[in-house]
Nanobody, 124 residues
Framework: QVQLVESGGGLVQAGGSLRLSCAASGRTLSSYTVGWFRQAPGKEREFVAAIPWTSSSTYYADSVKGRFTISRDNAKNTLYLQMNSLKPEDTAAYYC?????????????????WGQGTQVTVSS
């Protein structure tokens, strides 16, 4: 099993930046497809970004493309999400997730492991 712990959330003004981290323990993240999801109050969980374990390719939701960057540091066993040009609509709880398969990377139900989440609030 792999345990995931997110950090780095907080309150930021519109146009600002935050970097989320997801520290993994138990197994090495290099063997997993990893992703970020978010859920705003009253809304369904949505895909944000992912990196399949078989490649360095990255995938993003259209709503964050060009503003967010997902990356992984295998030596530190940590996943990151750099968020720039934040908007009030980015306000949500952000979760990192991991799974052993590489397909369906945008489908949250296909992930096996989840962190507890970190809150991001963007003020206008």
């Amino acid at each position: 099993q792999v345990q995931l712990v997110e950090s780095g959330g907080g309150l930021v003004q519109a146009g600002g930046s935050l970097r989320l981290s997801c520290a993994a323990s138990g197994r090495t993240l290099s063997s997993y497809t990893v992703g970020w999801f978010r859920q705003a109050p009253g809304k369904e969980r949505e895909f944000v970004a992912a990196i399949p374990w078989t490649s360095s390719s990255t995938y993003y939701a259209d709503s964050v493309k060009g503003r967010f960057t997902i990356s992984r540091d295998n030596a530190k066993n940590t996943l990151y999400l750099q968020m720039n040009s934040l908007k009030p609509e980015d306000t949500a709880a952000y979760y990192c997730a991991a799974k052993t398969s590489m397909n369906l990377y945008s489908r949250g139900s296909s992930y096996n492991y989840w962190g507890q989440g970190t809150q991001v609030t963007v003020s206008s």
